[in-house]
């Protein structure tokens, strides 16, 4: 039962959750991910801003090059990198041990899918590939 419990708890923190969504308007895929997301029960608060502004934001939050997408977003000091699948953005909410996730831009994200996977960063910098 206290099980059951922990993870209504988490489940209903994750969801009431706001993340701030940086993301330049001149990409079209950005829209339709952030409404996946929110479809999913995860608040969305967008943000627009220039590519130069959107390059600061990854580097406060450090996010590492390799992993850059076209939109970063932010919870509580953590990056959500491009288009990470609901669970790994669940994961990013509800994980302070963890410094982001991340999906760069591929194929099926292009077509409006998930990719098979995402990367989670750790607070080492360590970076663990999850497949779905």
Do not use: Q, W
Not at 37 to 52: A, H, N, P
Request: proline share 4%.
């Amino acid at each position: 039962m206290k099980v059951l419990v922990a993870f209504l708890l988490l489940a209903s923190a994750s969801l009431s959750a706001e993340i701030k969504a940086y993301y330049n308007p001149g990409c079209g895929c950005c829209e339709s991910y952030f409404s996946k997301l929110e479809k999913e029960g995860i608040k969305v608060k967008r943000v627009r801003v220039d590519s130069s502004k959107l390059d600061e934001v990854k580097n406060r939050l450090g996010v590492p090059l390799e992993l850059r997408s076209c939109h970063t977003m932010e919870y509580k000091g953590r990056f959500i990198e491009g288009h990470v699948p609901p669970e790994g953005v669940r994961r990013a909410l509800s994980n302070s041990s963890i410094r982001g996730t991340a999906s760069p831009h591929g194929v099926k994200s292009g077509m409006g899918s998930f990719e098979d996977h995402y990367f989670v960063v750790g607070r080492d910098n360590n970076v663990k590939e999850i497949r779905r």
